[in-house]
C-alpha cells in the first residue's frame, strides 16, 4: 500500500484525485503547525459531514427500492426479502426493519 505523506489541508487531495481522497493510500500526517493541523482535522470534518448526509439520502433510495421489490416487480411479482438482502448488501436487520415500517413482512420475519 502507498504512503503519502500529509503536512496539511492542501495535501488531502492530489492531482490523481482532485474530488477526493484515495482512500487505499496509508496517510502519514505531520504537521508544521498547529494551524495546519486544525485546518487538515477540519477539512476531514467538513468531509465527514457530507459524507454522513450522502449517507443518509442513499439510505432513502435503498428503502424506496427495496419498497418497491418487496411490493412486487411488473413481471416477476414480489422480491423475497433474502434476495433484497444479498443483492443491496445492507445487513438483514436493516432491511426487515424497512419492509417492517411498510408492512411488507410480519412483526417476527426477519427477527
Do not use: C
Not at 85 to 97: A, K, L, N, P
Amino acid at each position: 500500500m502507498e504512503q503519502r505523506i500529509i503536512t496539511g489541508p492542501d495535501e488531502l487531495y492530489s492531482a490523481e484525485t482532485p474530488d477526493g481522497i484515495n482512500w487505499a493510500e496509508e496517510p502519514d500526517f505531520r504537521f508544521l503547525t498547529e494551524v495546519d493541523a486544525l485546518q487538515t482535522l477540519q477539512q476531514l470534518g467538513d468531509d465527514l459531514r457530507a459524507a454522513r448526509q450522502q449517507v443518509k439520502h442513499l439510505m432513502r433510495y435503498i428503502e424506496a427500492a427495496a419498497v418497491a421489490a418487496r411490493t412486487g416487480t411488473i413481471q416477476d411479482g414480489p422480491v423475497k426479502p433474502q434476495a433484497i438482502i444479498g443483492h443491496s448488501g445492507v445487513s438483514r436487520e436493516t432491511i426487515y426493519g424497512m419492509l417492517r415500517k411498510h408492512g411488507l413482512v410480519d412483526g417476527d420475519e426477519g427477527a
